[in-house]
Every structure is written in C-alpha cells, then in structure tokens.
C-alpha cells in the first residue's frame, strides 16, 4: 500500500473516531441537562406541597422571566439560567409560616421581617451545595438587590447585581404586585414605573414595559372551559391545575406549551373539576 493511501486510511479512521466521541459527548451533555432540569423541577414541585401560593408565585414568575429574557434577545443560555433561577428564587421561604409568603411585607411582625430578610441568604446556602446549581445560588442571593444599592442582603448597587437578579427583581414584584396586592395590569405597571432606577433597572423598566403591554395584549380574549384534551398550545391558563392531593400541577397566568399540555393530560383522571380547563385564546 503506498504510503500517501495509508495516510488517508488513518486520517479516515482518526475522523470515525472524532465523530464517535463528538455524538458521545452530545448525549452526556443531554443527559447532564436532563438531571439538571430534573433536579429544579423536583425542587419546585417540592416547594409548590409546601405552600400552594408560593409554587405558584416561583412558577409564573419562571415562566415571564423566561418570556422576557425571549423579547430582550437574550443568549439561549441565559434565558435557561433565569428560567430555573426564578423557579427556585424564594426557596428560602420554606418551611416559614404562611404569613410571610402570603402576606405584604409592611403587614408582618418584626420577627417574620427579620425571617423574610434572610430569605436570599438561606436560599443561597441551600441552592449552592448542590455543585450544578451555583450559578443559580449567587442570582437567587441577589433577587432583592435595589439598582440604587439599598436593597438587600448585600446592597450591591446597578451593574454589581447580575443581570438575571435585576430581569427577576422587576418580574417577581410584578407578579406579587398582581397576585398579592390584587392591582390590574396598569395598576401593576405603574408601580413598577414608580421605582425605575430606585428598585430597578431604569433599561429594563423600558423593556419590561414594552414586553408587558405586549404580552397581555396576546392574552386578551373571553374565557372558556375546555376538556383538557382541546387544549392547544398558546392558550392562556386561568386557574391553577391542581391535583385532588392538592398539590399544585400548574399555576395560573402561563402560556400553555406541549410539555404542560402533556402534564395536564397524563394527570386529567386525577384533576379537580372535572377534567374542564379555564384558558383564553
Ligand atoms: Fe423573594
């Protein structure tokens, strides 16, 4: 065999090689995504059995952090990386009492304040000895930093809080502004507007106000029950899901996507209300 077709031989055996390794390391990297995903998600589901507003509170904000970080264009990376941040961000509230998660801070004594303060830190211990999630850990620590630098716990100041806390801050108090103050979508809005650059980044507020018109905007329409087998994704949920042990499948205010769809419909025999959904489309 002359030596230049030997050569392509081995050169064809070196790239057989390669390849195998490349498909190999896609699929460890698949599966090290899947335990990651499937480690936050038995964290949230554990959460959402500890007390139903509070899943559903981490789990709406999940899911508009995500929608936002979409319209601000952000690397996919990131989009995940405040997707499971936000779903995990008050994990620090579990186990307090009920007043703490369910109540509006200027309500409570000054021991369940003193709790409610320590909420990042605790969060942060508990998400940071699970080595995969640190990158979680340091934004769940930060999640109630002011832009001005007189949030807490650190009082980091603008570009010193990381992105993914600033875009969570703006989502998450949006979200209680609706859920636990009860104010419409304007109401809710304008609050968030009052404290640009006090509470929030004064770039994102802009964004965020944008996305929020926006968004709801897609949501409009008149409510209808449906069997859970026409669902479509899309829709807008209405109710929270949940499950005749109480436990809390899926809050409402999301957008419905196939995975939830085939949540709902592999679990529809053991739903409250009948297998009949509330959704806007
Ligand atoms: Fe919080």
């Known amino acids: 065999m002359e030596k230049n077709e030997s050569d392509i031989i081995a050169l064809k055996e070196e790239n057989r090689q390669l390849q195998e390794k490349t498909v190999n390391l896609k699929k460890t990297v698949k599966t090290l995504r899947r335990n990651f995903q499937g480690i936050v998600e038995l964290l949230a589901e554990t959460i959402s059995l500890d007390n139903r507003f509070l899943g559903g509170h981490m789990k709406r904000t999940a899911e508009m952090a995500k929608s936002f970080c979409e319209f601000l264009k952000l690397p996919k990376d990131i989009i995940y990386l405040n997707y499971y941040a936000a779903l995990l961000h008050d994990i620090g509230l579990v186990g307090t009492n009920s007043d703490i998660i369910e109540k509006i801070t200027e309500d409570l004594s000054d021991n369940d304040k003193k709790i ?44 010193e809080i990381p992105i993914e806390a600033r875009v969570i801050r703006i989502v998450n108090d949006y979200d209680i502004n609706k859920f636990k103050l009860s104010l419409t979508t304007k109401e809710a809005c304008s609050l968030i507007e009052s404290k640009r650059g006090k509470f929030y980044d004064p770039e994102l507020v802009i964004n965020f106000l944008s996305f929020i018109s926006h968004f709801e905007q897609n949501n409009k329409g008149t409510a209808k029950s449906i069997n859970c087998e026409d669902l479509k994704p899309g829709m807008y949920l209405n109710q929270d899901i949940i499950m005749s042990n109480g436990l809390l499948l899926i809050p409402s205010g999301v957008i419905l996507d196939k995975a939830m769809i085939g949540k709902i419909q592999s679990f529809s025999s053991m739903l409250l209300g009948h297998g009949l959904i509330q959704v806007t489309y």
Request: aromatic fraction near 12%; charge should be negative; hydrophobic fraction near 40%.
């Open 116 to 159: 409610f303060l320590e909420h990042p830190v605790l969060g942060f211990e508990i998400i940071n000895s699970i080595y995969s999630l640190k990158r979680i850990a340091a934004i769940i620590k930060s999640h109630h930093e002011n832009y001005d630098g007189t949030g807490f716990p650190d009082k980091l100041a603008s570009g």
